[in-house]
């Protein structure tokens, strides 16, 4: 997902913690003045932090297009959408600064690799047909997470999710309507979009982590209900969900164990490669490299920018000071 | 996919209407370039929306002169041009180049814009008039913007004073195109259509001068003003690269009816 393998921290059992408890077993929300549990605050930087992460290093695979689309719809859509993302990006930042972490410190951690982003953005946007499958897969799948979000603990964080929720599901219809385009138009469009399912297939499956039936850090999670679902919950449900869409659109899910399974009521099909994600999250992905020298190169090019506006706004303040 | 045929000579009224689609076009092309790029996340925001505006804009005044020149739409005008066909002030053409080169371009051109779009609310054509009421506010928010930008940085750090004053020496020379009149404005301002562009010179002034005070920026002497890009007689050489990457993807697929 857009926080991928973040790491819980366990409670202590103070009375202070039991109390906490009980008051998210009570579905109560925890407000930035609330006493928590630092383990709580801790869990929750990580991963709002990850998530802002991967909305602002998101805007790069698709921003690659915006000057290539091919219509001046497509251009206007594309822009709405990597506002909407960096507009995600802010709102996420705003909510973790409610726990006492700066933007810019995030930031720093983030381009230094002390932080992470989602997998899915190390891979490459190649053709026309990619915005398509992003929207769609992509998308897809984390409204799949962060739906379930929007009832998290945390208030500030599920607020955020209200708002990202709702353009979220705009990304994914207008991502399958580029798909539709592509699947119904000439013989080179349809290559592309199967082109784009084959390469976004697995790592699409690959953002909502690996199975966590066995980590002790999802369980903690999912106790301070900051984690809704299982991954595995997740990742079936998307696959439920998405195999019947490529069916309409005439492409071929690139699994050939991939079959519906009547007595569960669901789809089996073949695991990602967990190898190539430990990989990738870990920088070794395909464009990982290319995506944090972009962030580095725009923040190194850009401190003059916010230098010259603090220095602008410290010379008002002073101004007006003066003239009280 | 070949470029398009438009009629020789252009009708005036599709000269006017490609003069202010291609400027819109092209400028907006060229903040999009910033997208995920920008020195902060509120500039990502800010540049994407100003870029989102320039190009709806664009499908207003490009699908007006497509009725104009015969050609399919808008997107027939805007991706099956080649640069000589292009009707935009050389101003908006010019690279991105570092951040103050991008915001002092858009300040220049936002002075000249807002003027001329209030003044094309009372147009004698409905459609110009309503074209430019709706990109009227839109572009009021890019001029309080650009120009907030140029104060602050001009009077901000040395280095962003020093940077906005090499932005403001090396784009000034394209101002003078803005207020250029010829043959097709004469014929829209007799028609009651649009007023001739040195009318909008006072008002630019009377934002831009201030401002540029304000911002203790200093323009150049110039002996000779850069012209060509709205008569399509002289583009500069960034154009043709920037239509390389924006028409690279229809002229390669023909065929394709539908993206």
């Known amino acids: ?324 | 996919m070949g470029a398009i045929a438009l009629p020789d000579p252009l009708p005036a009224k599709a000269e006017f209407l490609l003069r202010m689609g291609d400027a819109t076009l092209v400028l907006g092309h060229r903040i999009s370039e910033w997208c995920g790029h920008a020195p902060a996340l509120e500039e990502d925001v800010a540049l994407a929306n100003v870029a989102l505006d320039l190009i709806g804009q664009t499908q207003l005044w490009l699908g007006y002169a497509a009725e104009e020149t015969g050609a399919a739409d808008a997107d027939a005008l805007a991706f099956r041009r080649d640069v000589w066909d292009f009707r935009n002030p050389l101003l908006v053409e010019r690279p991105n180049g570092d951040f103050a080169h991008t915001i002092l371009r858009s300040f220049l051109f936002d002075a000249w814009h807002l003027p001329r779009l209030d003044r094309l609310t009372g147009s004698a054509d409905d459609r110009v008039a309503g074209i430019a009421a709706k990109a009227a506010k839109e572009v009021a928010y890019h001029l309080e913007r650009s120009r907030g930008l140029v104060v602050a940085l001009g009077d901000g750090t040395a280095e962003s004073h020093d940077r906005m004053q090499a932005a403001l020496d090396r784009l000034w020379p394209y101002a003078g195109e803005l207020f250029e009149t010829d043959a097709t404005d004469a014929a829209m301002a007799e028609a009651g259509v649009a007023d001739e562009p040195p009318a909008l010179r006072p008002a630019w002034e009377a934002t831009v001068l201030p401002a540029l005070a304000a911002a203790t920026l200093a323009p150049p002497e110039v002996v000779r003003f850069q012209a060509g890009g709205r008569t399509g007689r002289r583009h500069t050489e960034h154009l043709g690269p920037m239509l390389a990457q924006m028409q690279w993807l229809q002229r390669s697929y023909p065929d394709a009816s539908a993206w």
């Open chain 1, 1 to 324: 997902m857009y926080a991928q393998l973040v790491k819980s921290e366990a409670s202590s059992e103070t009375q202070a913690d039991r109390d906490f408890q009980a008051r998210i077993d009570r579905g109560d929300t925890i407000e930035p003045k609330d006493w928590m549990p630092e383990g709580y605050r801790r869990t929750l930087i990580r991963q709002i932090g990850q998530h802002a992460h991967s909305e602002i290093v998101g805007q790069l695979p698709e921003g690659n297009w915006i000057t290539r689309a091919p219509t001046l719809e497509r251009k206007a859509i594309l822009l709405a959408k990597v506002q909407d993302e960096a507009g995600h990006g802010l709102y996420l930042y705003c909510a973790a600064e409610t726990l006492g972490v700066s933007r810019d410190d995030l930031t720093r951690q983030l381009l230094d690799g002390r932080m992470k982003y989602s997998s899915i953005f190390s891979y490459p946007t190649l053709t026309w047909a990619d915005m398509g499958a992003v929207g769609w897969l992509v998308d897809g799948a984390a409204i799949m997470n962060q739906v379930p979000l929007q009832r998290t603990s945390y208030g500030p964080y599920a607020r955020a999710m209200v708002r990202i929720c709702k353009e979220e599901s705009f990304h994914q219809r207008q991502g399958f309507d580029v798909m539709m385009k592509m699947a119904n138009g000439t013989s080179a469009q349809r290559r592309m979009a199967q082109d784009a399912l084959d390469r976004f297939w697995f790592p699409a499956l690959m953002m909502f982590g690996p199975s966590d039936a066995e980590s002790v850090h999802s369980a903690q999670s999912m106790r301070w209900r900051i984690k809704m679902n299982t991954n595995d919950e997740l990742r079936q449900k998307f696959v439920d969900q998405t195999v019947p869409q490529a069916e309409y659109l005439g492409l071929t899910v690139p699994d050939p164990d991939l079959a519906w399974n009547e007595e569960t009521g669901h789809y089996d099909f073949t695991e990602p490669d967990w190898d190539e994600f430990f990989a990738v999250l870990k920088g070794d992905g395909p464009c990982s490299a290319d995506r944090i020298d972009a962030k580095r190169k725009a923040w190194d090019d850009g401190a003059w920018v916010r230098e010259g506006l603090m220095a602008h706004a410290a010379k008002k303040a002073a101004a007006a000071l003066a003239a009280e």
